[in-house]
Antibody, heavy 122, light 106 residues
Framework: QVTLKESGPGILQPSQTLSLTCSFSGFSLSTYGMCVGWIRQSSGKGLEWLANIWWNDDKYYNPSLKNRLTISKDTSNNQAFLKITNMDTADTATYYC??????????????WGQGVMVTVSS | DIQMTQSPASLSASLGETVSIECLASEGISNDLAWYQQKSGKSPQLLIYAASRLQDGVPSRFSGSGSGTRYSLKISGMQPEDEADYFCQQSYKYPTFGGGTKLELK
């Protein structure tokens, strides 16, 4: 059974760095074709993909946020991480991690965590 | 980036009614498209991938079709549990999502 769960600070101030952890089970990020992605959802911008990290440590970032994002993983502990620097009120959103698996055609987010709400406020 | 324009933004359907939701990509995406359902307060769930393939466990009343830049999700026979937000997402280039469709039971 595949499960993912996000954890984070809940609230932080503008200009701070957000650190998120995705703890997962039921699959391994050392297995060929596996990937964990981060997606956020706000009322203003809908769903926005942020970053992916693949089993081979390839990393991809949303170009519009690339300078602020760092994705990493701890394969032995089944965790993935996302850091976002210089947080702003516009970054207030629910942040999801999701498994992105290789299907016979393409790769898709087939399991999602419950999400963690992050509020940026002074 | 590839823009995904989803329509309509909202619709209401009666029990048993067939509904369709469309997504238009700003460029061809070679069927590299998924549909997700998101119920209130929950995370998105994968319904359809590769434009027309049903994810395991998804009821057969859901179907997807399309090619090139135009794709659609059809629900054949609206059920109460289908009340939700629906999103399309392309994986052809870095992932982008449609703006969503709010489906309500009339």
């Amino acid at each position: 059974q595949v499960t993912l769960k996000e954890s984070g600070p809940g609230i932080l101030q503008p200009s701070q760095t957000l650190s998120l952890t995705c703890s997962f089970s039921g699959f391994s990020l050392s297995t060929y074709g596996m990937c964990v992605g981060w997606i956020r959802q706000s009322s203003g911008k809908g769903l926005e993909w942020l970053a992916n990290i693949w089993w081979n440590d390839d990393k991809y970032y949303n170009p519009s946020l690339k300078n602020r994002l760092t994705i990493s993983k701890d394969t032995s502990n089944n965790q993935a991480f996302l850091k976002i620097t210089n947080m702003d009120t516009a970054d207030t959103a629910t942040y999801y991690c999701a498994r992105r698996a290789l299907f016979p055609t393409g790769s898709y987010f087939d399991y999602w965590g419950q999400g963690v709400m992050v509020t940026v406020s002074s | 980036d590839i823009q995904m324009t989803q329509s309509p933004a909202s619709l209401s359907a009666s029990l048993g009614e067939t509904v369709s939701i469309e997504c238009l990509a700003s460029e061809g995406i070679s069927n590299d498209l998924a549909w997700y359902q998101q119920k209130s307060g929950k995370s998105p769930q994968l319904l359809i991938y590769a434009a027309s393939r049903l994810q395991d466990g998804v009821p057969s009343r859901f179907s997807g079709s399309g090619s090139g830049t135009r794709y659609s999700l059809k629900i054949s026979g609206m059920q109460p549990e289908d009340e939700a937000d629906y999103f399309c997402q392309q994986s052809y280039k870095y992932p982008t999502f449609g703006g969503g469709t709010k489906l309500e039971l009339k």
